[in-house]
């Protein structure tokens, strides 16, 4: 049978998403607590891999196996053998066909800045951090030229192995909560590092350094080495993957303002 799990993760802990030799990845955690519950080792998909740094507050993966377990197996069960930084928040039986990975139609992410003259020590693994006012009204009009379809080469990192950097962008938008910056983006998919890229070309505008109308610039030179530099891991959030209702998985976008 095929299981799909809806996983959180605080990514500062983990060398990323993918199993890696030495097993600091969030994949061998899970894959490993998972096979004392199955009895039996197995391999785990998620719906997209995230770098060194970065959470989720819903990933979606999946797995086969032949082990009759009742759900809170999979839910409590695992999370008795996960660190504390990785939970499982719900588990059900799907299709045979349904693939995390593939059959993904949206993904949203959040990137949480905090804009004051002093990084922040508490959450200095979890959110960015710029020291310079942010104009967030013009970071918001250049935000919304994202929207829409787009050769997005110009926030595409060099080792990206994506077949082709078109995208459609469903959300891009930021929004202020006191001395916090939540930047919250969805598309169909998106490119790696993209959206670190963008946030660092949209701080670039609201420190005053480009007009809003400078992002239609960087889409249309679709050179990466023009545009301005990455910005840190640590405030980003995969916030959610969505899927055709057909394949019944939990609609489960917990936007961040909700933490704050």
């Known amino acids: 049978m095929r299981i799909a799990l809806g996983l959180e993760y605080d990514g500062s802990h983990f060398c990323g998403w993918q199993s890696q030799p030495e097993g600091c990845g969030v994949q061998d955690h899970l894959e490993a607590a998972l096979a004392s519950i199955a009895g039996h080792a197995l391999r785990v998909t998620a ?6 740094g970065v959470h989720a507050l819903e990933q ?5 196996t032949d082990a009759i377990r009742p759900s ?25 066909q ?34 310079q006012p942010l104009d967030v009204d013009r970071m918001a009009e250049a935000a919304g030229l994202l929207c829409g379809e787009h050769d997005f080469s110009a926030f595409r990192a060099a080792e990206c192995q994506a077949r082709s950097p078109i995208k459609h962008m469903y ?30 070309a949209l701080v670039y505008i609201g ?14 030179a679709r050179d990466r080495t023009l545009s301005p530099p990455t910005f840190s891991a640590g405030g980003l ?18 936007r961040l303002a909700l933490l704050l």
């Open 72 to 96: 809170g197996a999979w839910v409590r069960g695992v999370n008795a053998f996960l660190p504390k930084s990785v939970r499982v928040h719900w588990a059900r039986e799907v299709d045979a």
């Open 237 to 254: 959030y995969l916030r959610a993957v969505g899927y055709d209702a057909k394949w019944r998985i939990p609609n489960q976008d917990r």
């Open 47 to 52: 719906a997209g891999r995230t770098d060194t």
């Open 171 to 200: 959300e891009a938008s930021v929004t202020r909560q006191g001395s916090h910056l939540l930047f919250d983006f969805s598309a169909n998919a998106f490119l790696h590092h993209q959206v670190r890229n963008m946030v660092g």
């Open 98 to 131: 349904f693939h995390a990975r593939f059959c993904a139609e949206r993904r949203s992410y959040t990137y949480w800045l905090v804009n004051q003259p002093i990084a922040p020590a508490i959450m200095a693994e979890k959110a960015g951090w710029f020291h």
């Open 60 to 64: 979606v993966v999946h797995f086969d």
């Open 207 to 220: 420190k005053g350094k480009y007009p809003p109308s400078h992002m239609l610039e960087w889409l249309a």
